[in-house]
């Protein structure tokens, strides 16, 4: 078994802005073939709160621009220090 790390972040390491907004990665195109490629071969997906919820405001709420299902078949970890999360 491996672990392997794959995310987008800025140079200062975070993934979301100060607004915990993922909108500044979408300036950079689709991530082409490698992503696709890449998530197949995983067997499960670990995640902050804050990617969790934005996955769940951004692309599967009902107001979403195009919403869609979950969008991983692996088994998924939120890992937080938070109390609640938004649910869907």
């Not at 672990?3 to 800025?10: D, F, K, L, N």
């Not at 802005?17 to 993922?22: E, I, K, Q, V």
Request: aromatic share 16%; hydrophobic share 40%; glycine share 6%.
């Amino acid at each position: 078994m491996k672990t392997q790390y794959y995310t987008s972040a800025s140079l200062d390491g975070f993934i979301a802005d100060s607004h915990n907004s993922l909108d500044w990665l979408f300036q950079f195109g689709e991530a082409g073939d490698s992503y696709p490629n890449f998530i197949r071969e995983v067997g499960a997906v670990a995640m902050g709160a804050t990617t969790y919820e934005w996955i769940l405001t951004h692309q599967m709420d009902e107001g979403a621009d195009r919403p869609q299902a979950w969008p991983y078949e692996q088994p998924a970890w939120v890992f937080t220090s938070r109390t609640t999360l938004v649910t869907s």
